[in-house]
């Protein structure tokens, strides 16, 4: 990216990766987990807490930056960013619906090239495989490709993958969805034309690209576009938003590309929030009616320091038609900061968002549902989901329960004053807004050192197979925990 976002929060999922550390691989055997089975071949680190969450993958040197999705079987599969080969892979894993490993120890390779692939990008193919889309240096710079492999781990694709854009110009933050058929759209952030646009393309379950070499414009304006996020819009196409930077302000816009990646709505795209001051870092949530809930983060009341941000949310139909009233409804009263919300639809034609709230001397996670029709749904101000001691950082969701949610986040409480290692927590939030889980939430990993970029997805048991980077070796390993 070329500006600098607001708040550090708001861009630490786009950083880029630390550099590569190397230690001395090993063994270490049987490992039991809430009575979860696994037996796998380790490297030397020796684990000593057992209930700290399993191995995934503990090969030489660091791995990072997992991602995950369901194999529709109970269990997920999981790629990740891999330095074993001194340079930086992808690799995947698939563990089953009872934590068991189902592929070789410590992974899959799903790129063996030379160069380096990084950030990878998990979408089901709905036929219990995967698509991984990755960043890729084979070429010079840094380009994206993306392999599909089956639920035996075996590539279904060119044996290096395929290209989804190769052209020279700089890309960055990728995202990507699948439709109900397998294909898979890619947005990013492109520099082709001098300045920072959104480009899109559509890869065919049979891995050929389907829209332009190496992707259409789904918007060029004269500013710079950031952080592009997108949803199927349930036929072939997609809706992507964006923030924009064309005047003195900052702005969230839309747009909606169909099959054929032809952009449908208005030829400058939807505004969704031009209100004064800026918006920024917003995503989107299926509304269930093929339109789509839009949420950012909004600075209209705090215009000069940009230390206060505020969390918006609008609602669009698949007409590129606003719903709500102009601008947006406003998320939370507090007239604290509030920062990297997230959210997911409550299966009732509503959404529930999350977010980091520094309402008191430290930063706590609250939460709040809204209706089809822009009403807020629980307290005014949020419902807590955890205010406990030290910081609470980066929350997370999945669908839970009836209308529910599980919530994850990084936390610091054992540091409390003196914030150095991350742990993971969680909590389970009813249709209501009350925590089903103890209060302030359940550990999910606690272990010596980091545990840092948690991804999650709904597991067939109402709860979450969760999945992050761990520091408590010699270097960054992949482990997973099933919650509750």
């Known amino acids: 990216m070329n500006a600098i976002s607001p708040v550090e929060d708001s861009i630490s999922r786009f950083l880029p990766p630390q550099p590569n550390t190397t230690f001395i691989a090993g063994a270490i055997h049987a490992l039991v987990m809430l009575s979860i089975i696994f037996t796998l071949s380790l490297s030397a680190q020796q684990i000593d807490d057992l209930s700290q969450g399993n191995p995934v993958c503990t090969a030489a040197n660091e791995q990072h930056f997992p991602d995950l999705v369901s194999d529709d079987g109970g269990g997920v599969i999981i790629a990740w960013q891999d330095a074993r080969n001194e340079d930086r892979d992808i690799f995947a894993q698939r563990v089953g619906a ?29 036929d219990g495989g995967a698509i991984i889309v990755f960043g ?28 989804v854009c190769v052209h020279p110009a700089i890309k ?23 300045n920072q646009d959104i480009y899109a393309q559509k890869i065919s379950i049979g891995g050929r690209p389907m829209w332009n070499d190496n992707g259409v414009p789904v918007y060029r304006g004269e500013g710079d576009q950031y952080d592009p996020f997108l949803t199927g819009d349930g036929e072939g196409g997609a809706i992507v ?30 505004p969704v929030c031009t209100a004064a001051g800026h918006q920024s ?13 839009i949420v950012w983060l909004d600075y209209r009341n705090d215009r000069s320091l940009l230390s206060s ?35 997911i639809s409550d299966r009732a034609g509503g959404l529930i968002v999350v977010w980091r709230d520094d309402r008191d001397i430290f930063s706590d996670i609250y939460a709040q549902r809204v209706n089809p029709n822009g009403k807020r749904m629980w307290e005014n101000d949020g419902v807590p989901i955890s205010a406990a001691e030290g910081e609470q950082r980066k929350p997370f969701l999945v669908p839970a329960g009836s209308h529910g949610a599980i919530v994850y986040w990084l ?74």
């Open 241 to 270: 938003v964006w923030w924009d930077i064309s005047t003195d302000d900052w702005d969230v816009f839309a747009q909606r590309l169909n099959n054929e990646g032809q952009a449908i709505w208005s030829e400058t795209a939807v």
């Open 281 to 293: 870092t917003p995503f989107v949530i299926p509304d269930g009616a093929d339109g789509t809930f």
């Open 411 to 484: 936390d610091y409480r054992e540091d409390y004053g003196n914030v150095t290692n991350d742990a993971i927590y969680a909590q389970r939030i009813d249709g209501n807004g009350r925590s089903v889980w103890a209060l302030n939430g359940v550990p999910v990993c606690t272990a010596d050192g980091n545990q840092t970029t948690p991804k999650a997805v709904a597991d067939d048991n109402d709860g979450a197979v969760i999945v992050w980077t761990d520091s408590r070796g010699e270097s960054l390993d992949i482990f997973l925990r099933q919650v509750p």
């Open 172 to 194: 960055t933050d990728m995202r990507a969805t699948s439709d109900k058929n397998g294909n898979t759209i890619i947005v990013w952030e492109d520099w082709r034309h001098g």
């Open 98 to 126: 009872n934590g068991e490993i189902l592929w070789v120890a410590d992974g899959v390779q799903v790129c063996s090239l030379p160069s380096e692939q990084i950030w990878p990008i998990v979408v089901s193919d709905t």
């Open 136 to 163: 890729d240096g084979r070429n010079g710079n840094q380009d994206i490709y993306a392999q599909r492999i089956d639920g035996n781990g075996n590539q279904l694709w060119r044996r290096e993958g395929i290209p």
């Open 309 to 343: 941000a505020d969390i918006y949310v609008q609602r669009i139909n698949s007409a590129g038609k606003i719903l709500w009233q102009e601008n947006g409804i406003e998320l939370c009263d507090a007239p604290s900061n509030q920062q990297v919300p997230e959210g």
